[in-house]
């Protein structure tokens, strides 16, 4: 099966942590950074989703944000390092592509946002994810 | 792969319009529904999506909101009609399954939300989902 | 530190409603509309977020939908009224600029829907923003 979702980062389960409803995974990425989702409790369950499972992290491009730098104080869980390795600009939109330690990631984020914060080729650029936007696969 | 996403709705597409970085493709549901995604150009072009494509359209609990009866004049493009089928509650989160003709949809929505709008089994509601939180799977 | 989150809304948080995995947050925002946020349990504890904490209230471009005029029903938590400032429109994708009570919001929305709805400078609308979309960052 092909998706069209752009960012698909192989790892490894680390915790899971159930609720009523919804649970919170934490994997350790092939890159070495460790991510947050947070995904249905059934999917959990129907996925068999325990420490250890192999997944990949589903994340589409117009849900990664950009910061010019690490960002403490912020509720999003998930930051991810990188450089810029191609911005392409429509009139809207954009998306601008982020070599990361183990891989790379799509963002489609306004072309305001490009513009003012001059991402180009070689920005340093921290990925920011909320875990409500991470789904996950089983590997 | 399976795949956390609850919401997997196969379909045929009808229309791709690209822009620049982006493009937004039409598809007619086997259900019967038409709805919209808004999704990179770029995973337009490697799935090979074209008129005619047999698809699934992908969307995470947490992206999908309901309403009491249809909505006019509202940007959000995807609007399925359907039953609720059951309400699962947390304390802050609750999870709830729609009936829609062709399948069963999964919202994932505050418990403010379920209790403020009465949510129940055999509740009528419309499913609403924005064009850019549908990803698409090549079938 | 510069964000691409276009949506940055100051605040002051009323209450936190704590679940097992996920809290939602509610934040009187400082042009007077009261926003509810879903994040995670663990984002409010690391931040150490309570009745009274001074946040920011974050939410990417693409979250946020447009409608016409208020809408009843919904689960969708957060409406807040404005007008439409400008809209810049690519060939799939188009971004709305929205002055609302004490700030600016900005809405990357379907081309189609801004023609649908003929969204132009002056438009009176409603931003309607899902509760698992707005993120906080501590002010």
Same mark, same amino acid.
């Given at each position: 099966?092909?998706?069209?979702? #752009?960012?698909?980062?192989?790892?490894?389960?680390?915790?899971?942590?159930?609720? =009523?409803?919804?649970?919170?995974?934490?994997?350790?990425?092939?890159?070495?950074?460790?991510? =947050?989702?947070?995904?249905?409790?059934?999917?959990?369950?129907?996925?068999?989703?325990?420490?250890? !499972?192999? *997944? #990949?992290?589903? *994340?589409? !491009? =117009?849900?990664? !944000?950009?910061?010019?730098?690490?960002?403490?104080?912020?509720?999003?869980?998930?930051?991810?390092?990188?450089?810029?390795?191609?911005?392409?600009?429509?009139?809207?939109?954009?998306?601008?592509?982020?070599?990361?330690?183990?891989?790379?990631?799509?963002?489609? *984020?306004?072309?305001?946002?490009?513009?003012?914060? #001059?991402?180009?080729?070689?920005?340093?650029?921290?990925?920011?994810?909320?875990? =409500?936007?991470? !789904?996950?696969?089983?590997?």
């Amino acid at each position: 099966m092909s998706l069209s979702i #752009r960012n698909q980062l192989p790892g490894t389960v680390v915790s899971v942590t159930p609720g =009523t409803v919804m649970a919170t995974v934490k994997t350790r990425l092939n890159g070495g950074q460790q991510i =947050t989702a947070a995904v249905t409790l059934e999917a959990v369950k129907d996925l068999g989703i325990a420490e250890g !499972s192999a *997944v #990949r992290a589903l *994340v589409k !491009s =117009t849900e990664v !944000s950009l910061a010019t730098g690490p960002v403490t104080g912020l509720t999003i869980r998930n930051q991810i390092p990188g450089t810029v390795s191609s911005v392409a600009t429509g009139d809207a939109m954009a998306t601008v592509k982020v070599a990361v330690e183990g891989g790379e990631l799509t963002a489609a *984020v306004t072309k305001d946002a490009v513009d003012d914060l #001059r991402l180009a080729e070689g920005s340093s650029v921290v990925a920011l994810i909320k875990s =409500t936007e991470i !789904s996950l696969a089983a590997a």
